[in-house]
């Protein structure tokens, strides 16, 4: 990506991202609302400085099928509500204890363990409640059901997010597998990342193919995302993180560099994002700013 | 109550159980399923002689409005998922670091911590999956809708399950105060029991005034569950609880008991079982299961 073609994409992803933390400020009780330290600790991790990745996902493939901006707005952010609950309980003593995440210090370690399993368990439970409540006409009630059925799903054990965590934390200290390797990411991540697509796809009525199109561009960015996250853990310092570097290699996690190496997981990240490319064809030009968060995952930096 | 009566509504009990068993065995992942470890955790918990009260509420509320009781036993496992996974939480180290439940070795004991943190991530994330995926017919979308709405509400921090627990955690050592009690539980345990009424009731397409009335009886039985649930803590032993007995007082909960005294919490239970029946008033004979289910709360041993 060429420099001019970052700044436009940072401007935009800047631009959205404000208008995604106001709904989050919307949706979430108040900091002062009864019993009060559950709704801080709340608030603590959702505004800690999330990048709000799978909102904008979401919103842009509701978008691209002519989808109401605001309701996918609003829709989407159960899936940054998902998303934070889930870093909260991985930073936990007992999961990956970490002590930093995006450059603050972690939850239980600013409200203590019970307040963070609490407060992770409510986001958790808010996500849903923030796809079921808000009015919406009677004809899209089914859209509705089907959102949260493909949520629950990629958020769940059976090649969901938290089958790919425990697959994850059993895999530490196993020697390098790729098939392993494979399995955990599209379910740690990439699984939650296809939802995004599918979540704003849905709401906008998607056909079949579109559907389809946005899924598979949904699994390559996932990968993509996920070999440059294990890629900066290797080659970036802490302090350009926010969270703790070379923890992977310290807690001998199955990494896409410890089965690949260096040059063969950049070259692959590079492919993913080509292959994430090519799923949007049926789309055109209607589908540009999904073809720029595509190059942006691979040349992100943190 | 009378031998005779606690005799027919145990069998009754028994047999639905029994029925709700085999659904909750049908929706969870087989424990081979990978990655079998969280598997074994969610089932070890579920199946470890849960009494199924609230889908046995969501049955009868349902059924006494016409609703079909297949429909209503598998959409009624949904609330049996969400306190199972309340119970493994609470019982973790950084909560209330219980070591029994219901007689057993509680799931972090078993299972680990890092497991039951994420066993209980996944029953929360269940309940979902298991109102949103079965299909029904498109006009019964809109109240799979409300009943999602519902039960995450009442599953939430505002007036819900998690706020309540939180209240309760911060209230141990602060003076007995009859409002803070009245508070944590109406939330902790009584926006759930309300919520398995209501869940039976949109379902089954209630009238407003039904509705109403099955959350009065709702809210009048969890009160006068709670109540009984401080006595037994009190009065009863370990064994015959399965789980610590005298707990409460020494961790200087807010108790009924510790507020009002043993004598006045055993006429309050009586009191708020007595409010429960006359709810029920517009229904007639139809309600008989939901009295006898009533009596049986403020009955119970265990």
Redesign the interface.
Known sequence: MNTVSTEIIQEYLDATRVGIDKELDRLL?AAD???P???QA?RYSVFAGGKRLRPILCLEAGCLLGGDEQTLVRLGSALELIHT?SLI?DD?P??DNDDYRRGKLTNHKVF????A??A???L???A??V???PPVA?DR??R???M??E???A????G?M??G???D??GEGKPPDAQLLE?IHRAKTGALLRASLRLGAIYAGAAEEQYAALSCYGEHIGLAFQIVDDLLDVEESSAELGKTAGKDAAQHKITFPAVYGLEASHRMAAEECERAHHSLALFGERAARLHELADHIVHRKS
């Open positions: 009780p609302h009864f019993p330290s559950i709704h709340m609950y309980h936990l007992a999961l203590g363990e019970a307040m399993i609490l992770g368990d409510a958790l439970t808010l849903f409640q796809l079921a409540e009677s009630k089914a509705i059901v089907a949260i059925a949520l629950a799903a958020s769940g054990t059976v969901g938290i089958g965590q425990v697959a934390l059993e399995t």
